[in-house]
């Protein structure tokens, strides 16, 4: 296939242990990232996507979390076994990362250019002054007006999507291989949304930035992706292409999540004056404390047997680069 | 509502103009506390030029004089000018406050950042300052008065010590909140390192709560050191202040009640105008009290 990936993350385990029992928050993850690429991580709230992710960078503080298994390949490096120094060299000039809430990922006592200006002086060895420059740069890259002023302004004087722009041109400072988006359109609304997402695509084919988008929106997906991971309980489930996965989602999963978005023809577009419903998936994510037997999903699955509830389904490819981790993929229910 | 816009603009023009006055109408318990510490420091700077006599000079022939035109605030037992002797005594008084202050806020800051920030230390450290703040800090400094030599130095050590613990509490309980936000870990996701990361990240955004702990902490040392000096456990008798010429004047209070009037005046506006300030102060750096036109 390819050559080396960028990124790899192969068997991933991120346990986190307290005194009620083990939460398995990422339970056997792997997937590869390669360069330039856009790969999406969909799932619910708690499903571990952004333990995933976080655990890129070794941003989870250690206890109460465990890593109990599995390799993160970054250039063929193991960044679950490198140094702290090197890790320290990565973050933010190798690998960046962009948060879901711009309002405090900011700090307030710091003015928007020195946040910026810091990153580029510790990590590509400039002078103050150059820093700065590029820090009034970034800020004219990611469409903030008037940045020479606008650098020198602290963080209540931005709005949500200009501190949502800020923090972009804060990852993006140092020209990383991979930037890492935690839920980054989730905290604004629609309009400025689709700002970001255009931004963050924009400065994607200028920089080779490789993204790992992090979202539980299908249609943030469906506009910036290329291959997209669903994740259900800290398990991948399903992984294809994005055109398939829209077109004839595998697992039962997907299909309800796909099924739950609102469609224009559902809200009554069919039979006037009679709406239908709102396809849900029944039921809830179970505990991640909960020791399963047999498939996470069963529980909520219009479609689960007996085999379903006694064994889990391991991950097999369907071919053309998908992946379904189900006993009876592709059936409509 | 055309009125109170037009009321808006004028009150806006007016304070445009002249924006000493706006600061001082928006913020009156600042500029008050400011201006009458500025004025007692300014007394106990100036008293070698303002009070012609010396503190110190002993008159056994015009003992325990009331006020006059000689001696304002009259003389004490001994003899000595008691308005003299209260403008010096305002120079440890301010002396001892600010230090007391400063060394108590520095040294709190370390351990406290240490105690927030590194598990292990935390529970030593704060064990340690629990067992510190379960002794009255009265005793506390008289114990560690007696251990050394009286002068102003020593009482200022000795009233920073009981202080400290306040200061570590505070501190620790504000890194520990400070280092949960977001920025902190987006700070740490773009490589920031360590120390970095607690000088320029945490360390500001304690500064104005400490701030305005400091001024409390100089209030309280100044009252501090008039107890000590009270109790005849603080600064020196040959040294004039305001708790030793109480503890000299307590014996004759109903012969001359002015040599305990003057320097128990001038302790309790000193004290009162810090604690205006330090008011003032937490309104003005404080920004979720909104800021009044």
């Given at each position: 296939m390819n050559p080396a990936p960028l990124l790899e993350i192969e068997d991933l385990k991120v346990y986190f242990a307290n005194r009620d029992g083990i939460f398995r928050a990422v339970d056997g993850v792997s997937c590869t990232l390669d360069p330039g690429e856009t790969l999406g991580i969909v799932g619910e709230s708690g499903c571990g996507k952004s333990v995933t992710a976080m655990s890129i960078l070794r941003l989870i503080p250690s206890p109460p979390s465990v890593v109990a298994g599995g390799a993160i390949r970054y250039r063929g490096a193991d960044l679950l076994q490198v140094s702290e120094q090197r890790m320290r060299e990565i973050r933010g000039n190798e690998i960046s990362m962009i948060f879901q809430d711009p309002m405090t990922s900011l700090n307030p006592v710091l003015t928007i250019g020195e946040q910026i200006a810091e990153t580029v002086t510790l990590h590509q060895k400039l002078g103050g002054r150059a820093s700065w420059d590029r820090a009034v740069e970034m800020l004219q890259l990611v469409n903030i007006p008037e940045p020479v002023k606008r650098a020198r302004e602290y963080p209540h004087q931005f709005s949500g999507g200009m501190r949502q722009r800020a923090m972009i041109a804060l990852a993006l400072a140092c020209n990383p291989n991979v930037l890492i988006a935690d839920e980054p359109s989730t905290a604004l609304d629609v309009t400025i949304q689709a700002q970001i997402l255009d931004l963050m695509l924009k400065l994607k084919q200028e920089f080779g930035t490789a993204i790992i988008m992090i979202t539980h929106d299908l249609?943030?997906?469906?506009?910036?992706?290329?291959?997209?991971?669903?994740?259900?309980?800290?398990?991948?489930?399903?992984?294809?292409?994005?055109?398939?996965?829209?077109?004839?989602?595998?697992?039962?999963?997907?299909?309800?999540?796909?099924?739950?978005?609102?469609?224009?023809?559902?809200?009554?577009?069919?039979h006037p004056g009679r709406r239908q419903r709102l396809a849900e998936i029944p039921g809830m994510v179970p505990s991640l404390s909960d020791q399963v037997q047999g498939c996470p999903f069963a529980p909520r699955c219009p479609r689960a047997t007996a085999q379903c509830r006694e064994a889990a389904p391991p991950l097999e490819p369907k071919g053309g680069g998908r992946m379904v981790a189900c006993w009876r993929p592709g059936v409509d229910a | 509502?055309?009125?109170?816009?037009?009321?808006?603009?004028?009150?806006?023009?007016?304070?445009?103009?002249?924006?000493?006055?706006?600061?001082?109408?928006?913020?009156?318990?600042?500029?008050?506390?400011?201006?009458?510490?500025?004025?007692?420091?300014?007394?106990?700077?100036?008293?070698?030029?303002?009070?012609?006599?010396?503190?110190?000079?002993?008159?056994?022939?015009?003992?325990?004089?009331?006020?006059?035109?000689?001696?304002?605030?009259?003389?004490?037992?001994?003899?000595?000018?008691?308005?003299?002797?209260?403008?010096?005594?305002?120079?440890?008084?301010?002396?001892?406050?600010?230090?007391?202050?400063?060394?108590?806020?520095?040294?709190?800051?370390?351990?406290?950042?240490?105690?927030?920030?590194?598990?292990?230390?935390?529970?030593l450290i704060m064990r340690v300052m629990d067992g510190m703040m379960a002794i009255p800090g009265i005793l506390l400094a008289v114990a560690l008065m007696t251990l050394a030599h009286?002068?102003?130095?020593?009482?200022?050590?000795?009233?920073?010590?009981?202080?400290?613990?306040?200061?570590?509490r505070l501190?620790?309980?504000?890194?520990?909140?400070?280092?949960?936000?977001?920025?902190?870990?987006?700070?740490?996701?773009?490589?920031?390192?360590?120390?970095?990361?607690?000088l320029r990240h945490v360390l500001p955004n304690i500064v104005t709560p400490l701030i305005v702990q400091a001024t409390f902490i100089c209030a309280s040392a100044v009252i501090f050191e008039a107890y000590l000096s009270f109790l005849g456990a603080g600064t020196p008798p040959e040294i004039p202040s305001w708790g030793n010429m109480m503890a000299e004047g307590r014996a004759v209070v109903q012969l001359a009640f002015h040599i305990i009037l003057y320097p128990g005046l001038f302790l309790g506006f000193t004290v009162l105008s810090i604690n205006l300030l330090g008011d003032g102060l937490r309104d003005l750096l404080d920004p979720r009290i909104a800021r009044r036109l």
């Open positions: 249609g943030v997906v469906a506009e910036t992706c290329a291959r997209v991971l669903v994740m259900y309980a800290g398990r991948k489930v399903e992984e294809a292409p994005v055109a398939d996965l829209f077109r004839e989602p595998l697992h039962p999963y997907t299909q309800g999540l796909l099924a739950s978005i609102p469609k224009l023809h559902t809200l009554g577009g069919g | 509502m055309a009125v109170t816009l037009a009321n808006l603009e004028l009150r806006l023009a007016s304070s445009s103009r002249r924006p000493w006055l706006g600061f001082a109408r928006r913020h009156p318990l600042l500029v008050l506390g400011a201006a009458l510490l500025l004025v007692m420091a300014a007394l106990a700077l100036a008293a070698p030029w303002i009070a012609a006599k010396d503190p110190t000079e002993m008159d056994i022939l015009h003992r325990l004089k009331p006020p006059s035109a000689e001696h304002w605030f009259g003389t004490d037992a001994l003899g000595r000018d008691v308005f003299s002797r209260t403008l010096w005594g305002g120079r440890v008084s301010l002396v001892v406050g600010i230090s007391v202050a400063l060394s108590a806020t520095s040294i709190g800051v370390l351990i406290g950042m240490a105690a927030g920030f590194i598990r292990l230390a935390d529970t009286a002068s102003v130095r020593t009482v200022v050590i000795a009233i920073t010590v009981p202080e400290i613990p306040r200061v570590v501190v620790r309980a504000l890194v520990l909140i400070i280092r949960e936000q977001p920025y902190i870990q987006a700070a740490e996701a773009v490589g920031t390192r360590y120390h970095w990361l607690l």
